[in-house]
């Protein structure tokens, strides 16, 4: 039941947010519910960690750091790749 409650809580806050660092927005719930859906094999939190992660995506970013910025959102997708959550093409 207490995993019920963290992920209702991040999906009723996630999309609110206008914040699209890892540390501190989408991208940090998003990662947070792939690694949910994976291990409790839940399909619908799967999907919803994949629409926050089109919103981080399409959002512009500022900051470099790896907290607040690019970095963060860039280690994330190398982190959702190589455990296979999300597939990529590479050139």
Do not use: C, R
Not at 12 to 18: E, K, M, P, T, V
Not at 27 to 33: D, K, N, P, Q, T
């Amino acid at each position: 039941m207490k995993n019920n409650f963290l992920v209702n809580f991040i999906l009723l806050h996630g999309y609110s947010l206008d914040n699209s660092s890892l540390m501190f927005g989408k991208m940090g719930y998003s990662l947070i519910l792939f690694e949910y859906s994976h291990y409790f094999k839940d399909a619908l939190a799967e999907k919803h960690a994949f629409e926050l992660l089109q919103e981080v995506l399409a959002s512009p970013m500022k900051s470099n750091t790896f907290n607040e910025g690019k970095m963060g959102i860039a280690w994330s997708l190398i982190h959702l790749i190589e455990k296979e959550y999300i597939e990529a093409d590479y050139l």
